[in-house]
Each structure stands twice: as C-alpha cells, then as structure tokens.
C-alpha cells in the first residue's frame, strides 16, 4: 500500500540552528514527493516538490530535501532557523491515481 | 483570479442541518481538489474533478457528502444531515492541468462546527 509517515509530531529548534524534519514514504514505484508548509490561518504553500530530475531539491526560504531510495525517504532541512519559520510542515505523497496522500505533520517550533 | 477562494470561510450548522461549501478554483485551472482537516491532522483526500468530471470519490466518508463542479470552475461540497464527527476544516485545491503530481494550490479553507 503507498503511504507517507511523518516520524515527529512535533520538532522544536532554537533560531540559528538546523532544522530536520523526516519522511518515509512506502510506494512499490518511484514516486513524485512534496512538502508544503501550512502557517497558522494561512492557506498551505508549496515548500518544494521531487519529480525524479534530481534528487536535491531546493525550495523556497532555504528549505531543501533530499529524495533517498534506499531509505525510503525525503527528509526535509534548513541550516538554520528562523523565527518565522514555525509552522506545521507535510509531507505529501500524490499518488499514482488522483488521490494525493499527506502526512500527519510535523509541528515545527521556534525558541529565540 | 488571484488563488482560489472558498466561503464561507466559518460555518456553525446544527446537527442534521444541509450545509453547502463552496470553492473558486484559479481561473483556467483543469483539476479541483477537495480534502478534510480534522484538528491536529493531516488532510485526508475527498474527491478529484477533472473539469466537470468527478474521477475518484473515493474519499467521501459517506453519502451524505456529495460534490459537484457542473461547468468545470466552481465546485461545491454538500454535506446533508450534518453530523458532529464532520466538523472539520474542508479544504480545496486547484491544480493547472489534469497531470498527476503537478503542484495543487490551496485555498484558506473553511472550517466547519457542528453543535
């Protein structure tokens, strides 16, 4: 079955430091990865998106990830932290048909 | 338009009340999503337009949830007979073409109580 399982609930950093939030996927194909971003009252945004051209993708607001076959994954990360990076992150999984798979999310937080 | 638009944006209905959610796509845009968001999860995939046409309904929960997109822009999610457990907040997206995997644009979301 494809699935997306988000590892963390929850991730707190201090502003400056790196920021990882996990991804594994289950799929029996390679299959195409996002990340979006959702701010509190705000729509959800496209944070960046793996499509098999390249396998580090470079997002929006420094965030990138990387698409590991071998591990099933697609970590995302940032070198370091901003304050108005806290948010609740998702992984998203759009399948081989219409339907499109997100992740429980991971509550990014932000300590000064 | 500028992105899509969903309204209400708030809706309070009493249970067993019909309520009527509605989403404008960005103009132009081939394929319309519509997911629910209960509190402190993920959305969960209701239902695929494709221009007029409804291709996968197989998130609806029941049948008391129905969607329509009857000319191929606007679509509305209708929930009759409404219950507690479908308060929630009912997103929808638009994606440019009928592609699978190409990047869905969200809308701000309207979040349902049900009292």
């Known amino acids: 079955a494809q699935s997306v399982t988000q590892l963390d609930s929850h991730v707190s950093v201090s502003e400056g430091t790196p920021v990882l939030l996990r991804c594994n996927y289950s799929s029996s194909y390679s299959p195409s990865l996002f990340w979006y971003v959702q701010h509190p009252n705000k729509g959800l945004q496209l944070l960046l998106k793996?499509?098999?051209?390249?396998?580090l993708v470079k997002g929006i607001n420094g965030f990138e990830a990387e698409f590991k076959k071998s591990e099933t994954s697609f970590h995302l990360t940032k070198p370091s932290a901003h304050m108005s990076d806290a948010a609740e992150y998702f992984c998203v999984f759009p399948t081989g048909g219409f339907k499109t798979i997100f992740g429980a999310g991971t509550r990014l937080f932000v300590k000064a | 338009g500028a992105g899509v638009s969903q309204s209400p944006r708030y809706k309070v209905a009493k249970r067993g009340q019909d309520v009527a959610l509605r989403c404008d796509p960005i103009?132009?845009?081939?394929?319309l999503f519509w997911y629910q968001q209960a509190l402190g999860q993920g959305p969960e995939f209701l239902t695929y337009?494709?221009?007029?046409?409804?291709?996968?309904k197989s998130g609806l929960p029941s049948d008391r949830f129905f969607a329509e997109r009857p000319e191929g822009s606007v679509s509305t999610l209708k929930i009759q007979r409404t219950q507690q457990e479908d308060s929630a907040v009912y997103l929808c997206a638009s994606s440019r073409t009928g592609a699978v995997g190409n990047e869905q644009f969200f809308g701000p979301g309207t979040r349902l109580t049900v009292l």
């Open positions: 793996y499509t098999s051209a390249a396998t």
């Open positions: 103009s132009g845009h081939v394929s």
């Open positions: 337009f494709q221009n007029e046409a409804q291709l996968d």
